[in-house]
């Protein structure tokens, strides 16, 4: 819950529209809770930074939360295809809360190592097959939601592509892949150095996965409304100066290969979301290293949106 000074800030800086990239201004699908309102509600936001139409008000028998509206497919899109098109009150972004798109999937699959340039800043090769491993759900928090260091940590940013599941699936071709994507969204796989690095055996879970590890949002924008998951700039802001700059047609792996190679192991149900990797930049291995302490980090990917969380 944001406390209403930084509320103020947030809104200012959203509404003057300062961000590089343009959103899709097409099916950005939202959680969210107003004072008014009993519980999260399913809306549509009308542009990052713009107001919510209250999708649970058009149609009282949808479904409240995001990984139900996805698993009944087709019928609940058309209701929210309809909303669009109507001309529905909107509920001003300052009155708000915007929580992550997908909360509680059944699980957060995440890669590493795939971006050729984040390889290279560490030196090690590019992987042959891709790199996972996951974060817990309740790691998940809003996009402009505050990020808990844990006691004594090197914790570092990456902005990355985030792919929702929309459709059950297992043994999923590459070729089939697409029909099981709900859309896109924006994370941050906040990073314990010291734990990824050090502790737990170097097995990584722990220092991904500390509660608050995994803001996601603003919205869900669906596949239709993306022109090119696989052709956005995707940058990353640490107090205003950009740490991380690249596009996502850097990706050794893309969207169809991951969701085909990891639907070899575990089934994908609606609302598990993939962390597709980091782009070069973290902080980890610029000299002298800087981690985070204090710090507002924006995540932004085009045509996605932007989320901007504190990190006390
Ligand atoms: O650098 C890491 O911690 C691994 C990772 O998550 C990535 O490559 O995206």
């Known amino acids: 819950m944001l406390v209403s000074g930084r509320r103020r800030l947030l809104t200012a800086l959203l509404q003057a529209q300062k961000w ?16 008014h309102l009993v ?39 058309s209701v929210a295809r309809r909303a669009l098109a109507a001309q529905l009150p909107v509920l001003p972004w300052s009155e708000v809360t915007f929580l992550a798109p997908v909360t509680w999937p059944d699980k957060v699959v995440c890669v590493g190592m795939n971006y050729v340039d984040h390889c290279k800043e560490q030196n090690v090769p590019v992987p042959k097959e891709p790199i996972i491993f996951s974060k817990f759900a309740s790691s998940i928090v809003g996009p402009y939601d505050e990020v808990v260091l844990p006691p ?24 089939d892949a697409m029909a099981h994507v709900a859309g896109f969204t924006v994370a941050h796989d906040v990073s314990a150095r010291d734990w990824l690095t050090r502790r737990n055996g170097k097995q990584w879970l722990l220092g991904k996965t500390f509660d608050t590890f995994c803001p996601l949002g603003p ?55 993939i962390l597709t990797g980091t782009p070069p930049g973290v902080g980890v291995f610029r000299k002298p290293p800087v981690f985070l302490k204090g710090d507002e980090v924006q995540c932004e990917i085009e045509e996605l949106g932007v989320i901007i969380n504190k990190v006390v």
Not at 24 to 34: C, G, H, I, W, Y
Not at 155 to 170: N, P, R, S, T, Y
Request: glycine content about 8%.
């Open 20 to 35: 590089p990239f343009q959103p899709s201004r097409d099916m950005r699908l939202v959680q969210f809770r107003a004072p």
């Open 152 to 175: 004594q940590s090197q914790v570092d940013w990456e902005v990355e592509l985030a792919v929702v599941i929309g459709k059950k699936g297992k043994h999923i071709k590459a070729t």
């Open 39 to 77: 519980g999260p509600h399913l809306g549509l936001e009308t542009g990052n930074g713009g107001g919510v139409i209250n999708l649970n008000a058009f149609d009282p028998t949808l479904p409240k939360t995001m990984t139900q509206f996805l698993e009944q497919g087709e019928a609940t899109l």
């Open 219 to 273: 919205a869900l924008v669906t596949k239709d409304s993306v022109a090119d998951p696989h052709n956005l700039k995707i940058c990353c802001r640490v107090n205003g100066e950009v740490v991380q700059s690249s596009n996502t047609n850097q990706m050794v792996f893309k969207t169809e290969d991951l969701i085909a190679w990891v639907s070899q192991f575990v089934t994908f149900y609606p609302g598990d979301v």
